[in-house]
């Protein structure tokens, strides 16, 4: 399963949005540093096309894909020599693979806190880009001294390389994935090699902009969507800036200009989808369509996640389950028959395969097959996101 880091200043509203990801009730307060340890939870996906496929199958389970989220300690500015709880962000970091940076752009008088998103922004990845650096020069210390000294002959110029690069970008300000020279098309061995540094800014981002409620109201539809470098930039855009006039810049543009394109940037406004997620599907789906959030915030931060970290989604449905599983994208048939389970992607022999939206409209498995949409396919058919499959295997 992905995991997710959540990385932002004190008071920035991780838990907050942690709590209405995962159902949690971590601790919520308007001191800095609530949080001191790491929490995690999973995070189940919405995803209306699974809703649909369960709805057609009348399936008595539905079993949506699951994100695990980690609530991480706020960090400040110089966090990384030891101000505030210093590096104690650096353990909860580590270990995930994506990072959602949150950054606050509620007013609130009583709350102290950075309230300029785009000042956190610069906090933040100055204080993950001297953690990188600290880190890599421990190692690049120990390697050059092992390549000296030949105790280590596994060393290769390639890993050295690849540690020097980092260490060029790091010293000079730039988070790894901020740069594009950094990923052009490395070789997989450096690539690999690059992930066994474990650096903190070698992950990919996106950020969440905690916004004011007034500012939904003002920007309905707008603010809250654009997915950076995705799908629903256009609306986004249009709609936070005319919504906006007279006001400041919509702070979500100001944060996509401020990241240029290295990740995706949302608009939420976390306590009122933390409001939301108390409420029961029904409540919450009349609520949210009711401030012009349509489906809220907590399906376009899974699925920002889940471009981001290039997963896709297939189905299985049935009168028994309908179940959405997430799959890295390019992946072929049997390979997905794995992520089921072992068993099947051994004993694979072929799958069935139909798109959700067709299936739908023949209204069922059998309608579809006798009005012959179903394709049966091979060991080399590469999985579409939103395909439902039914698999043949034999062990
Ligand atoms: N007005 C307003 N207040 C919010 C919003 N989101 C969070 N808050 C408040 O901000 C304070 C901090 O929220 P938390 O979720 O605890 O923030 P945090 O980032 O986890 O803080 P630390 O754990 O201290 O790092 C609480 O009093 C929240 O109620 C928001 O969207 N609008
Ligand atoms: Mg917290």
New binding site residues.
């Given amino acids: 399963m992905e995991h997710i880091g959540l990385v ?10 942690f709590n209405a990801l995962t159902g949690s009730n971590a ?9 001191t340890e790491t929490s995690i939870a999973i995070a189940h996906v919405p995803d209306h096309r699974l809703d649909a496929l369960a709805g057609m199958s009348r399936s008595r389970k539905v079993v949506h894909a699951g994100v695990e989220i980690a ?1 991480i ?2 960090l400040v500015k110089g966090a990384s020599s030891g101000e505030g709880l210093g590096n104690r962000f650096l353990a909860g970091i580590r270990e995930v693979d994506a990072l959602c940076i ?1 950054l606050r752009a ?1 007013n ?1 008088s009583e ?1 102290p806190g950075e309230s300029d998103p785009v000042e956190a922004l610069s906090i933040l990845e100055t204080e993950l880009v001297i953690a990188d650096l600290t880190s890599l020069e421990t190692q690049l210390q120990r390697r050059r001294k092992a390549l000296k000294s030949k105790r280590q002959d596994n060393i290769t110029e390639m890993e050295i390389e690849v540690m020097e690069e980092a260490y060029s970008l790091l010293s000079s300000g730039t988070p790894l994935y901020r740069s594009a020279t950094h990923d052009p098309d490395p070789s997989a061995a450096a690539r690999a090699y690059r992930k066994e540094l474990f650096l903190l800014t070698d992950k990919p981002v996106f950020c969440v902009v ?4 007034v500012d939904i109201g003002q920007a309905a539809g707008g603010v809250v969507t654009g997915l950076g470098s995705g799908t629903s930039e256009g609306t986004g855009k249009a709609g936070g800036d005319t919504a906006r006039q007279g006001k400041p810049e919509d702070p979500v543009a100001r944060v996509r200009d401020a990241l240029g394109g290295s990740g995706d940037v949302i608009g939420v ?4 989808e ?1 409001e939301a997620a108390q409420l029961s599907v029904g409540e919450r789906a009349e609520m949210l369509e009711g401030l012009g959030l349509g489906e809220g915030a907590l399906a376009m931060a899974a699925r920002a996640a889940y471009s981001m970290l290039n997963r896709w989604t297939f189905f299985t449905t049935g009168d028994k389950e309908s179940r959405a599983w997430s799959f890295r994208a390019g992946s072929t048939a049997p390979e997905c028959a794995g992520v089921i389970h072992s068993d099947l992607q051994r004993g694979f022999i072929r799958a069935e395969v139909i798109g959700w939206e067709e299936l739908l409209e023949a209204g069922s498995w059998q309608a579809a097959r006798q009005a012959g949409h179903m394709s049966l396919v091979g060991k080399d058919y590469q999985v579409q996101d939103g395909d439902v499959i039914e698999i043949r295997f034999n062990v």
Avoid: R
């Fill in positions: 932002g200043l004190p008071n920035s509203g991780k838990t907050s949005l601790q919520v307060a308007m001191h800095p540093f609530t949080t609530d300690a706020g949150v509620f609130d709350i905690n916004i004011d409620e406004c976390v306590s009122l933390a």
